[in-house]
């Protein structure tokens, strides 16, 4: 069987190209050929070179795009439009129905699954659907050979962006299934054991996991076993297996590690402080359009000196290094706001007017919300509490949760909290 997959998607180019081959690949077990848009040649030179495919241009002339595509397409031939262009698409939508091939779609996940691209997300949330009928090849139990074509943990990330890809990327070596569109989904759970840590468990079996935080050397705090899977709601066993993964009890951890998450106005512009990192806005930075004043980074880093001192010492450090590490995420996403090396609630005000104009001010602090409206920011910013705006995670948004607090447990359990 001859697979052929198109990349030039208007967006994220490299990641939906590179998702669509690797899924195709692992459940046809052909390396697929790439059909790619002139545009979009740095794309596939760089699936060829990594993943070791055959590339081909495509023509810009319709007609010769589609007799290209009749050449190479037949009974036997499985295409997945996915990740071309629009016009790559239709060609390749249109040859395949002409050739009674068989076509496939694959889906990408959005949220804080963002900008990442397979096999750094889990493969059951980047389903494969086939148009119509499916090849009788398929495989049952997918070969990791294509999964191991990249690095365990992608480079160029923020660090718990890379821990999360990595994460995802044992999870779709350890367990075999397809995942085709119609396919049941895993039951997937965290659980945290007495002595044994966090652990990511699938259909009842261990896939991941690190072992217990011992706070200052002294005896592990976990009492019984905590239990979250993908799909239960927020309550009370979600806090007790926070509370045992990261030696803390506090409630801001569900909400820095996306149990909950902000909705936010597209199209609009963001400046965020302190506060909101504290509510988990990296969680949703690469979807809009956020702003970062410097106030932030010396707040951040007093945060990380202090271990939040009005805190119990371990949960302090806990926090403070989520944090740092919640604040590299939206570092990497978002512009930056000069202003005075000091608190934000005072220096906001002061920063240039032109920056901020018809952006809103998020934060989580209602009193330092009221004292602004009260400045001449209000003349030309809007200013809003994040609190109004969070709402529980659902789907790939929970599972990206899910997947995060066994990625953040590994960076923090055990280890120094600077960065």
Known sequence: MRVIVGVGAPSHTYEAAVSTTL??????????????????????????????????????????LLRLLRDMVDGETA?????????????????????????????????????????????????????????????KEVDPEAVRSLPEKPSGLPELRAEVAAVSYKFNVEVGGPYLYND???????????????????DGVKVDGVGAPRPGGGPDR???????????????????????????????????LGYTVPRLEQGRKYVVDTSALYRGIHNVAGEHDL????????????????????????????????????????????????????K???????????????????TDDRRAAEAWKKTALRRYADIETIGDKMQAAGGPTHIYAVFQTLAAAKLIGGQAVHP
């Open 344 to 362: 934000c609630d005072v220096v906001l005000p002061t920063a240039d007017p032109e920056l901020l104009r018809d952006t809103i001010l998020l």
């Open 184 to 202: 049941r989904g895993p039951r997937v759970c965290l659980k945290c054991e007495p002595g044994r840590g966090l652990s990511l468990y699938v």
């Open 222 to 256: 976990t009492l019984k076993q905590y239990e979250h899977c993908v799909g239960d709601g927020p309550g009370s066993n979600l806090y007790d297996l926070l509370a045992c993964a990261f030696s803390c009890r506090n409630d801001q951890l569900a909400s820095m």
């Open 23 to 64: 899924r195709a690949w692992e459940v046809l077990g052909e390396k697929p050929t790439a059909i790619y848009s002139p545009f979009a040649r740095g794309a596939a030179e760089r699936l060829k070179n990594e993943l070791g495919i055959e590339i081909v241009e495509a023509p810009q002339d319709f007609g010769e």
């Open 79 to 139: 295409v997945f439009p996915t990740s071309a262009s629009l016009a790559v698409a239709i060609a390749m939508t249109r040859v395949a129905s002409e050739k009674d091939a068989y076509i496939g779609h694959v889906y990408f996940p959005f949220g804080p699954w963002t900008g990442l691209h397979y096999p750094y997300v889990p493969r059951f949330v980047q389903r494969i659907l086939f148009v119509e009928r499916q090849p009788s090849g398929l495989r």
């Open 291 to 342: 702003l970062v004043p410097y106030c932030v980074h010396v707040e951040v880093l007093h945060a990380l000196a202090e271990g939040v001192r009005d805190k119990p010492e371990w949960c302090g450090a806990v926090l403070a290094r989520l944090l740092w590490l919640a604040y590299e995420v939206v570092r990497a996403h978002s512009g930056h706001v000069p202003t005075h090396p000091y």
